[in-house]
């Protein structure tokens, strides 16, 4: 039986500026915003528009001027939380995943997921068993030894997304993630993230402006001078 | 897993480079140390060899190896007789340039009595001298090999023994000999005006039966002090124990070398820091998408200065390393000797570790500001 989808994900009143008086840009203006577990969510909108502030903040990177965000149910950003408080619910609560998949060129497949682990405080043994796990998961097991440079576009994503699931995370950031791939790849990237968030009860956020993928989000939010001016359920057709 | 050692892996071609090149650099620090110290072995080693408890000298002067210093060879008896001394040898120094093997050989001839103070010498191979006016012994340096002859003004000698480390302060090799020998090289290159006037008048004291010094040793229970003075009673002597005689070599013919080889290593470890601190900069300045990743996925900061200096530290304790090692293989092609010693080993160690550390401060800082965003976005 499907669990009950739940708020993973929960923005309220959400404004960000940089910068000071006439000049001043306000990057995100009053976002509300609440996604669910199991849900595939796209950031969609011109350069500018505020997707990566908002994911910047989602992410604990940057904090907002006003409004609230709660994550996994826990409020983040309040006066009590430090920035290493931040750090470590990045480490234990969020899964990372770039457009150019930024593994670590000096260490193996296998070893840029199991560090996740490691920063944990999980030894060595256990975090390559975990690695193993995820890389078999994913299919690229087979590459476990290979650094980097050696994997192809589309094995190197797998290894980045293996990454982002090392912490088990409730909430997965994809910043862009098949903006580097061709589009059988990336249609198998995006399928491969809905059944992480189906299956591992996760939120996945991804910015994108790959309208390949459009079709296959859950709902796209459409952001424009930093304010969600529309959001759709694309039709899975 | 050691990401410092798995990044140093990763680039182990250009890590390599960079220690053989910083070693080249930590070798002449090492290099400029070692000189100073043989500068001050070399000049120490003629005085302390001739373990001597006083030299007496030219009153008024600081002889014989700071300044000139002339006294009558009979000095020598007089001395012997004054209460409280054990023996006493006269000395001769005089720094010669003989032709040798269509060259120049420079060389720091001692001139020492037979059986007397100031004639004792560790042969390293042959034997010593057993009679005047025919042998020398020379230190190895001077390149000379045993039962080669050699001309000295009109006079041949044979090497019958050889010496190791022995040489002036100014770095000429030994050559020892008879003070009968030496007196003679001594006049020999005297100016020619000199040398007339001793061979119509030889008692006339300009040159001829003179020495550059007494060497005396006192009984175990004299008093130095007062065998110090009745020495200076005679106007034309002067008396130094051998820790004066020390310190004023050091002072005076070893303290500027000393200033100068002092300032060039300071300069040569502000380079190396400057060097280490680019090196490390440039290094991490490389990974800053790896070390925005690394922050961006949880890491915390100890982790990615724990990166920094113990990158910072192999590379500089590599570089250490394999400096001591050239500069110890090529110890043998410098002109003079280098000394080293454990404890200067052990300080520039130490030194080397508080600039890697110190130099690693850019890196770290700009390692700490890199922002976790910007691993994000292309």
């Known amino acids: 039986m499907e669990k009950p989808a739940r708020p993973v994900v929960d923005i309220a009143r959400l404004s960000k500026s940089f910068g000071e008086g006439p000049t001043a840009v306000h990057a995100l203006v009053d976002i509300n915003l609440t996604i669910n577990t199991g849900e595939v969510v796209g950031l969609i909108g011109p350069s500018g528009s ?22 996994d149910g826990r409020e983040i950003y309040h006066d009590k939380w430090m920035i290493d408080d931040l750090r470590r619910l990045r480490l234990e609560t969020i899964g990372f995943i770039f457009q150019f998949h930024n593994l670590l060129p000096f ?7 199991a560090i996740v682990r490691t920063l944990m405080g999980e030894d060595m043994e256990q975090a390559k068993a975990r690695a193993m796990d995820l890389l078999g998961y994913l299919q690229v097991d087979n590459r476990a030894n290979s650094p980097p440079a050696k994997l192809s576009g589309g094995e190197a994503q797998r290894v980045a997304i293996a990454r982002a699931l090392a912490n088990e995370p409730r909430i997965i950031l994809a910043d862009e993630p098949t903006a580097a791939l061709d589009s059988e790849r990336a249609t198998i990237v995006i399928e491969l993230m809905k059944k992480v968030a189906v299956e591992r009860e996760a939120a996945v956020i991804v910015v994108t402006h790959d309208e390949k993928i459009f079709s296959r989000l859950d709902r796209m939010v459409h952001l424009r001078d930093g304010r969600i001016v529309d959001t759709e359920r694309p039709d899975h057709a | 897993m050691n990401l410092a050692w798995r990044d140093v892996q990763h680039g182990l071609g250009r890590f390599i480079l960079t220690c053989v090149g910083l070693s080249l650099l930590l070798g002449v620090v090492m290099g400029m140390t070692a000189i100073y110290r043989g500068l001050v072995a070399e000049a120490l080693g003629i005085v302390d060899g001739a ?111 050889l010496v190791a480390n022995s040489a002036s302060s100014g770095g000429d090799p030994v050559i020892m000999m008879t003070l009968r020998d030496a007196q003679l090289v001594q006049l020999e290159f005297e100016p020619s005006a ?127 390393a394999i400096g001591a090692a050239l500069i110890r293989l090529a110890q043998d092609y410098f002109p003079r000797r280098l000394v080293f010693e454990t404890s200067d080993t052990l300080m520039l160690l130490g030194i080397i570790i508080i600039v890697c550390l110190a130099a690693s401060v850019f890196g770290v800082r700009s390692a700490l500001k890199i922002d976790p965003a910007s691993a994000l976005g292309g």
């Open chain 2, 194 to 320: 000199v040398r007339k006037e001793v061979a119509r008048n030889p008692q006339s004291g300009v040159s001829g039966d003179t020495v550059n010094a007494i060497i005396v040793r006192l009984h175990p229970n004299a008093s130095t002090h007062d065998v110090i003075e009745r020495i200076r009673r005679w106007k034309h002597l002067g008396a130094l124990t051998n820790p004066e005689q020390q310190q004023i070599l050091t002072r005076s013919v070893i303290e500027k070398a000393r200033k100068q080889i002092g300032l060039f290593t300071g300069i040569l470890l502000i380079v190396s820091t400057v060097v280490i601190g680019l090196i490390i900069y440039t290094m991490t300045m490389d990974k800053k998408k790896a070390i925005a990743t690394l922050k961006l996925i949880g890491a915390p900061d100890r982790t990615i200065v724990t990166l920094i200096l113990q990158q910072a530290l192999a590379m500089g304790l590599s570089g250490f």
């Open chain 1, 107 to 113: 260490l193996s497949a296998w070893e840029n997921v």
């Open chain 2, 51 to 161: 373990k001597a408890d006083l030299w007496i000298v030219e009153g008024g002067k600081r002889g014989p190896f700071a300044e000139a210093s002339r006294i009558p060879r009979d000095t020598r008896n007089a001395v012997m007789v004054q209460s409280g001394v054990a023996a006493a040898g006269a000395i001769v120094y005089q720094t010669v340039e003989i032709p040798y093997r269509g060259g120049i050989l420079r060389a720091f001839v001692v001139g020492a009595e037979l059986d007397r103070p100031g004639n004792e010498v560790v042969i390293v191979e042959g034997r010593a001298i057993l009679k005047s006016r025919s042998e020398l012994v020379a230190d190895r340096k001077t390149g000379l090999a045993l039962g080669e002859k050699l001309r000295i003004g009109r006079n041949d000698f044979t090497v019958v023994g």
């Open chain 1, 50 to 71: 505020g997707k990566s502030t908002l994911l910047n903040c989602i992410g604990c990177i940057t904090e907002p001027d006003v409004g609230e965000i709660r994550l």
